[in-house]
């Protein structure tokens, strides 16, 4: 049974960081692109960040630009989202996901084959 499991989440006031993680039981790992989502209260699932299953640029959507960086250990068969700068407008639930040998780009489009159950992420003002 395929797993992805995040955590990280939590209270931050506005201006701190914080690091989610997603351990997932897909396998082969290597052949997943991985990706974040979240969804705030009231608003459909955004795409956040994304990262390829092969070498390759990771994309991310322009308002997380330069504060979110999406980074992946094949060895831990894990998926970090390093989120610095953290403003009251990054409050959602945030959600792993994983497309099989999909790219960063159609990760986006939410061209998804397996969903985390989210973590809570509230940035106070």
């Known amino acids: 049974q395929v797993q992805l499991v995040e955590s990280g989440g939590g209270l931050v006031q506005a201006g701190g960081s914080l690091r989610l993680s997603c351990v997932a039981s897909?396998?082969?790992?290597?052949?997943?692109?991985l990706g974040w989502f979240r969804q705030a209260p009231g608003k459909e699932r955004e795409f956040v960040a994304a990262i390829p299953w092969t070498g390759g640029s990771s994309y991310y959507v322009d308002s997380v630009k330069g504060r979110f960086t999406i980074s992946r250990d094949n060895a831990k068969n894990t998926v970090y989202l390093e989120m610095n700068t953290l403003k009251p407008e990054d409050t959602a639930v945030y959600y792993c996901?994983?497309?099989?040998?999909?790219?960063?780009?159609?990760?986006?489009?939410?061209?998804?084959?397996?969903w985390g159950q989210g973590t809570q992420v509230i940035v106070s003002s």
């Open positions: 996901a994983a497309a099989f040998r999909t790219t960063a780009q159609a990760m986006a489009l939410m061209r998804i084959n397996y």
């Open positions: 897909i396998r082969p790992f290597t052949n997943y692109a």
